[in-house]
């Protein structure tokens, strides 16, 4: 049964601390999404890659995030140095880009506390 | 730009009645619509996906969904709710089939009454 995993699943910290999350996509998958979930804002997207090229970036706080994709079994999420206001759920997703009405795959989560 | 209102942050309903949960999108393209839902401590699993062709949608668990161009909604229904539906559901848009990123909308809570 192919699924996205992630990598923690808990992560406290403190503030100023350098967190990273990781991200294995379903193989054969070449789209990958990053996605932040608060109770404020509800789902937002981050940023996204297809065949490891950055796609689209704009969701994401440029001074302290960075996504990147060392190779296609790997997505990476970034925070240094991360804040209290970084607290959230991280979903990373991934999909194909072949035809319309594409299903994205959810991981189950990062769930990042920063104190 | 494009965005998505959901009706109602909380739905309650009593066990075998109808379910249905309000969606509005707006959209500069032709939207493709998603249903998402997530329980406790989960990720997202797609429900349903409108994807131009017709225009009632049928998903998983009895979901089905309706797209209405002229009301610009995608509401999705259950003709009789079970207590396992009791989730998070999410409507979403996008303008690129969902090869691109999603938007979602808030979020509606549903309760399930015995």
């Known amino acids: 049964d192919a699924r996205v995993t992630q990598t923690p699943r808990d992560k406290v910290t403190e503030m100023g601390q350098e967190v990273t999350m990781r991200c294995q996509p379903i193989?054969?998958?070449?789209?990958v999404f990053w996605y932040r979930q608060t109770m404020m804002q509800g789902l937002e997207l981050l940023a996204y890659?297809?065949?490891?090229?950055?796609?689209?970036d704009s969701g994401m706080p440029k001074d302290r995030f960075s996504a990147e994709m060392p190779d296609a079994t790997l997505a990476t999420l970034k925070i240094q140095p991360s804040e209290p206001r970084d607290s959230a759920v991280y979903f990373c997703?991934?999909?194909?880009?072949?035809?319309?009405?594409?299903?994205?795959?959810f991981g189950p989560g990062t769930r990042l506390t920063v104190l | 730009a494009q965005s998505v209102t959901q009706l109602g942050s909380h739905v309650s309903v009593s066990e075998g009645a109808l379910v249905l949960l309000r969606c509005n999108y707006s959209?500069?393209?032709?939207?493709?619509l998603f249903w998402y839902v997530q329980y406790p401590n989960q990720g997202l699993q797609l429900l349903l996906k409108y994807t131009s062709a017709a225009t009632l949608v049928k998903g998983i668990n009895g979901f089905e969904a309706e797209f209405k161009k002229s009301e610009t909604s995608f509401h999705l229904t259950k003709p009789s709710a079970h207590m396992s539906d009791a989730a998070e559901y999410f409507c979403?848009?996008?303008?690129?089939?969902?090869?691109?990123?999603?938007?979602f909308g808030k979020g509606t809570h549903l309760i399930i009454q015995p």
């Open positions: 193989l054969g998958h070449n789209t």
């Open positions: 890659f297809r065949n490891r090229a950055p796609l689209d």
């Open positions: 997703a991934s999909g194909g880009d072949r035809g319309y009405g594409n299903e994205q795959f």
């Open positions: 979403a848009v996008s303008s690129g089939g969902g090869a691109d990123g999603l938007t």
């Open positions: 959209s500069s393209v032709p939207p493709y």
